[in-house]
């Protein structure tokens, strides 16, 4: 490892505090020099020279903490191995830095020193007078780099003081010992020019350190002089400094620290500095072009202050545009953020034979040249026209750092493909690749442009563009290179002051970007002249409202004297802190005095202008050249803010108050107002149309005319040039001064109505052809126009009349179009026309029909002649007429075997053909037929004597065409006729009609009975309703039998369902008269058979009579209604059949025994009631399926109870 340390002199010379002032910088003799004098000044020259050896001194009271810093910068010096503190010649502390930093201080000072990094620092506690002395920080770098300039170390003089007095003022004189303000600028003054100045301290204690700097540079000075009075010093030290471009947009800044104020006190002033073009280039077409094509050469001079004068030349002669009207001279000046001048002039020209070979030169100089006495700058272009090349470049976006190496490729297809000049632009300005500092690349040799070191001046859009021999490209591509840079920031207040500390207002700061990259402030440190005031975000305080808030705004509330301060701030993005901002002053102005407004004319006239002068006798401070104006009371208007004010055009809301006042930073003045006066020549308001339709039948007319004039004037009538005179009965004339109308912008005006008085015209009404006339309204003249005129023409208007078609039947054959039919009709206003056929209109008064006609386009057209009066019509029909087509059907029409040939056409009457087709294929011509007074039918009676089968066929033929032909086969031999016939059943032989007719006899008689069926079970219910509940007498034989034809029938029954037999199904019918036991035997007769008549089916049927305690229970003394009594012995039964579908099969042992008491109930059941049983009872039958052999008991459901439960 190579290590090397920064040698340091073995002996520190030691300087007591407040001794000794150091002497002054000797004055010129006036007398020769003598060798003592030499001597002396040579002692003086080492003690400044001694004295500045010193990189900073700090002043701390005894007893008191004090840190020592030691500035590294491994970015310029490489990575750092080691430091050591020197306290004169002695090492009291050293650091060894690495994976484990090692720190060790001399015992005598292990209890008050102690050493710190980042930054790197001694810190002494509890100060001694002992501890005055200079300190040296003495830094061992791993490899040491070139540009390191901390080889010497860094020393700092430390002063212990006893009692500390801050300075009264700090004073900056120049040469002439006038004095500077802080802030203010000095000059102008030229590049390489002395700046002489003088920075007095006064009145402090202890001895401060004053210094000049430029930014963050100090500038070599000779050693200040501290004069000591009263133990109070007075530092003085002067600055002689050569003015360099770097100077330029720099503040001079005169810094004093002391222990006796808290930060450095700065007073600064900046210099008008003008300096010589730094630099020129012409960028053009080159070498050659085409004849007549313009030629621009464009020259940029870069670095001068104040802009340069440009002069250009065509060889030795100066161009003048005055000259040539062809050539043009543009040129304009940019000013930098250094203050220096960016000229750009621009030679346009047309090119000709004389330009070949002319070298153009762009001459440039400023009044620092001039002063100089110095040649101008200049640069020349020879032309040279090029076919440009096609240019690419790539990648279209790059995201890099400050610092960083950017390559930015530039690719071409060029014929030729030898390059004559490349230029890069950024943002559309050429990149000076001639700065090989910054650039490598971007020249013929090598197209491709290297950025070797990002900043931020590098963002941008990039672009090629080459020149060959044919011409110049550039690439439509371009490269979108973000370099992201801490942010550069400044101090924006709201409100921008001054600010009145009785108003107690307060006032917002924002710290504003004014360049950065990313341009989001994530952190914002505020500082108040110069110390730390707060860092924001501040999340480790207790409230939380610091933590998540905008850090780029600083509210500061109540404003009073205490805030008197300079504000900046240092913003931090994702590049890191960037520098702090200028600091800002937070000052008192009083408003203008009272306003006068007057305006020209002192009458205004509508749609004309008025311009308003409003002047102050005491512009306020600052001095103000600003105004507010007020309309009518609202305002101020937002974009008036001159003197004078031209309202144009003057109108009805222009008749109002005007107001108008001073304003300044210090507020506003009094307002003075005028009322302006406004007047409106004779217009038209409502003028007469051209044209004035009337009903010849109307009862009531008028013309109105209303004409606006400010002051009033008079209107008359006239009809066809005549005046209408007052004691014409006829009419009746009404007038009215009308108000003005804000919400039109009318001002006040003569509304005149002339009234038609019909009840005393011929008839009573207008004559349709001699009352159309020309009616004319006239007007005064007033004081600021003349009078004006306006006419219309009455028209008598009637309702369309007499409306008719040229031809009212068309005929057309199908396919073709129709002939045009025009329809005609009279009225005023001329009528209007429309078509109408179906759902179809055509407008128009001729009936076109451009398309080919259809056989549905038959029928009547309409045509609807209208206007705004009323309506006529008229009626033409088309007759679409198309040739026929036939059918043939066969019938036997007077027992004779008949053709029947049907023609469907338009025309209906048809002519027809009979013929024959064998088939043999020969044809033969059986006539017309028999039409039998059909005019579309043709009659053909078939001959019994034929032996061979033959095709008959038939043609219908009307005044369109002929049809195709029809056919129909008809079978051989008469005898097999006859016997077609002979088989035919009865009812193929009849018409269609009649079996149509017998159909719908069947039909309705089907209809009758299911009516009456309906009636008959509608009938039965009812009836059975009202029955009363009865019990079979000898259910139990019926049951035993039931159970054994059950037992049979139960093994062939494949599923258990329920069957509801009506009382009809089972019920012999209600004889009057029979008793009870021929009921009972009737039943049990119709049971058995019911039983033996399902004994074969796939179900079975048992009866078994069920009581009615066993289904239901209710109360035992209640009387159960009948609806009551029904409803619960169907919800009874249907519980019952739910039970006994559900129940397991075969049965199980409780089955059988359930089944046992089932049948012992209904048996009870049965012996109580079965004398209440009559005629017309029914029995629910349950069908049960058989399973395994086994028989499953059932019972016979009871029939609905009646109104009374039984006993």
Not at 250 to 275: G, P, W
Not at 367 to 394: A, C, D, F, H, W
Request: glycine share 6%; with cysteine; hydrophobic share 30%.
């Amino acid at each position: 490892m190579l290590l090397r340390r920064s040698p340091h002199s073995g002996g520190i010379p030691k300087k007591s505090p407040g001794r000794t002032p150091t002497p002054q910088r000797p004055s010129h003799p006036s007398h020769p020099t003598t060798p003592l004098q030499l001597l002396l000044l040579l002692c003086l020259a080492f003690v400044g020279h001694v004295s500045a050896q010193f990189d900073r001194t700090i002043s701390e009271q005894e007893s008191k903490s004090v840190v020592l810093p030691c500035p590294v910068n491994e970015e310029k010096c490489g990575k750092l191995h080691s430091l050591n503190w020197f306290k004169g010649d002695d090492r009291i502390a050293a650091m060894l830095l690495g994976d484990s930093n090692v720190t060790s201080v001399n015992k005598e000072f292990e209890d008050r020193v102690t050493v710190e990094q980042n930054p790197y620092r001694l810190v002494i506690k509890d100060l001694k007078i002992g501890d005055e002395d200079i300190y040296l920080c003495d830094t061992t770098f791993f490899i040491p780099e070139e540009t390191c300039d901390n080889f010497n170390g860094y020393r700092v003089e430390l002063r212990v003081l006893e009692n500390i007095v801050p300075p009264t003022e700090v004073v900056i004189l120049d040469a002439k010992g006038d004095r500077i303000e802080n802030g203010s600028v000095v000059g102008p003054m030229q590049e390489r020019q002395a700046l002489k100045a003088t920075c007095t301290v006064k009145n402090t204690r202890p001895q401060p350190d004053v210094g000049w700097f430029r930014g963050t540079k100090r500038l070599a000075t000779y050693s200040p002089t501290h004069d000591l009075n009263e133990g109070l010093y007075t530092s003085t030290l002067e600055l002689d400094w050569q003015l360099s471009r770097e100077d330029l947009a720099q503040d001079i800044e005169c810094r004093v620290e002391s222990a006796a104020v808290k930060s450095a006190i700065v007073t600064k002033f900046s210099v008008d500095l003008q300096v010589p073009p730094k630099s020129i280039l012409i960028k053009g077409v080159e070498h050659h072009t085409v004849q007549g094509s313009k030629v621009v050469l464009q020259c940029d001079i870069y670095g001068a202050r104040p802009a340069v004068n440009l002069t250009w030349y065509n060889a030795t002669s100066t161009i003048s545009p005055e000259e040539n009207d062809l050539t043009e001279i543009r040129t304009k000046a940019f000013e930098k953020e250094d203050g220096t001048y960016h000229t750009q002039s621009e030679l346009v020209f047309n090119a000709s034979r004389f330009e070949n070979d002319r070298v153009f030169k762009c001459e440039a100089e400023n009044i620092v040249l001039q002063i100089n006495r110095e040649k101008p700058i200049s640069s020349t272009k020879t032309l040279e026209v090029l076919y440009p090349p096609v240019v690419r470049v790539s990648p279209p976006e790059m995201v890099t750092n400050t610092s960083e190496i950017v390559l930015l490729n530039c690719e071409y297809f060029a014929n030729p493909a030898s390059l004559t000049q490349v230029v890069w632009y950024r943002n559309g300005d050429i990149v000076n690749v001639n700065d090989t500092d910054h650039y490598q690349g971007g020249n013929s040799e090598n197209v491709a442009l290297v950025i070797k070191a990002t900043d931020k001046e590098d963002v941008g859009n990039y672009s090629c563009q080459l020149s060959n021999a044919i011409g110049k490209g550039i690439s439509e591509q371009q490269i979108d290179l973000d370099v992201q840079y801490v942010p550069v920031v400044e101090v924006l207040m709201i409100p921008e002051g001054p600010v009145k500390e009785s108003d107690e207002s307060n006032v917002t700061l924002f710290c504003n970007i004014l360049e950065a990259n990313p341009s989001v402030l994530t952190k914002v440190r505020w500082y108040a002249n110069a110390t730390l005031l707060k860092e924001l975000p501040d999340c480790e305080e207790t409230r939380e409202d610091l933590c998540h808030i905008d850090p780029s705004k600083l509210l500061l509330e109540s404003i009073g004297r205490g805030f008197f301060y300079n504000y900046s701030c240092e913003g931090f993005n994702a590049a890191g802190w960037g520098p702090r901002s200028e600091e800002k002053e937070l000052m008192v102005h009083y408003e203008p005095g009272p306003a006068t407004l007057t305006h020209f004319p002192l009458v205004a006239v509508k749609k004309k202008s008025v311009i308003f002068s409003c002047s102050v006798d005491d512009p306020g401070y600052p001095e103000s050249n600003r105004y507010r104006w007020l309309r009518g009371g609202r305002g101020p208007l937002q974009d008036i803010v001159t003197r004078d004010w031209t309202v144009e055009p003057v109108g009805l809301d222009s008749r109002t108050n005007y107001s108008c006042y001073a304003y300044n930073e210090g507020g506003k003045g009094v307002m003075a107002t005028v009322n302006l006066e406004v007047h409106a020549p004779p217009f038209f308001i409502k003028n007469l149309p051209q044209y004035t339709g009337v009903l010849h039948t109307t009862r009531n007319a008028n013309l109105t005319c209303r004409i606006e004039c400010v002051p009033r004037c008079e209107i008359s009538w006239q009809k066809d040039g005549k005046p209408i005179e007052k004691n014409d009965t006829r009419y009746f004339v009404k007038e009215k001064y009308m108000d003005a109308s804000p919400a039109t912008g009318d001002f006040e005006s003569m509304l005149s109505v002339l009234h038609f008085n019909l009840s005393n015209w011929p008839n009573s009404k207008f004559d349709i052809l001699a009352d159309n006339a020309n009616y004319k309204c006239v007007s005064t003249n007033n004081s600021v126009g003349p009078g004006i005129n306006g006419d219309t023409y009455l028209n008598i208007e009637y309702a369309p009349i007499n409306t008719t078609v040229a031809n009212t039947t068309v005929y057309v054959q199908e396919g073709t179009t129709p002939d045009q039919v025009i329809c005609q009709s009279f009225g005023k206003p001329e009528p209007s026309y429309e078509w109408r056929f179906k759902d179809k209109t055509i407008r128009g008064k001729t009936l076109i029909i451009n398309t080919p006609m259809q056989r549905n386009d038959s029928g009547t057209y309409t045509c609807l002649a209208f206007n705004k009066h009323g309506k006529s019509t008229a009626e033409t029909v088309i007759d679409v007429q198309f040739k026929p087509r036939c059918e043939i059907e066969r019938r036997e029409i007077d027992d004779q075997d008949t053709l029947i040939c049907t023609a469907f056409g338009n025309p209906v009457e048809a002519d027809f053909s009979w013929s024959i087709k064998a088939e043999n294929e020969t044809v033969e011509y059986l006539g017309s037929g028999d039409e039998k007074a059909h005019a579309d039918k043709s009659f053909y009676v078939l001959q019994e004597d034929y032996a061979i089968a033959r095709t008959y066929r038939c043609v219908a033929n009307n005044t369109v065409g002929s049809s195709a032909f029809c056919e129909i086969e008809v079978a051989a031999g008469s005898a097999l006729f006859i016997w077609w016939q002979e088989q035919l059943a009865w009812w193929q032989r009849w018409e269609k009609t009649t079996l149509i007719i017998l159909v719908a006899a069947i039909l309705g008689l089907l209809l009758a009975v299911i009516i009456i069926c309906c009636i008959i079970i509608c009938v039965c219910r009812r009836r059975r309703r009202q029955d009363k509940y009865h019990t079979e007498v000898s259910i139990s034989a019926s049951q035993s039998r039931g159970n054994d034809v059950g037992e049979k029938s139960s093994q062939q029954c494949p599923i258990t369902c329920l069957c509801d037999i009506s009382s009809a199904f089972i019920r012999q019918g209600n004889r009057s008269g029979q008793n009870n036991n021929n009921n009972n035997s009737n039943n049990r007769r119709n049971q058995e058979s019911t039983r033996n008549s399902l004994t074969g089916s796939p179900f079975f049927i048992t009866t078994r009579r069920w009581r009615a305690g066993d289904l239901i229970a209710p109360s035992a003394t209640a009387t159960t209604t009948r609806s009551e009594w029904s409803n619960a012995a169907a919800a009874t039964t249907a519980t019952h059949i739910a039970t006994e579908a559900t129940r397991p099969w075969p049965p199980t042992e409780g089955t059988v025994e359930r089944h046992q008491q089932q049948q012992q109930s209904v048996q009870r059941h049965s012996n109580q009631s079965q004398v209440q049983q009559g005629a017309g009872h029914g029995h629910r039958l349950l069908l049960l399926p058989a399973t395994n052999g086994q028989t499953k008991h059932t019972g016979l459901l009871p029939p609905q109870q009646g109104r009374t439960r039984p006993k």
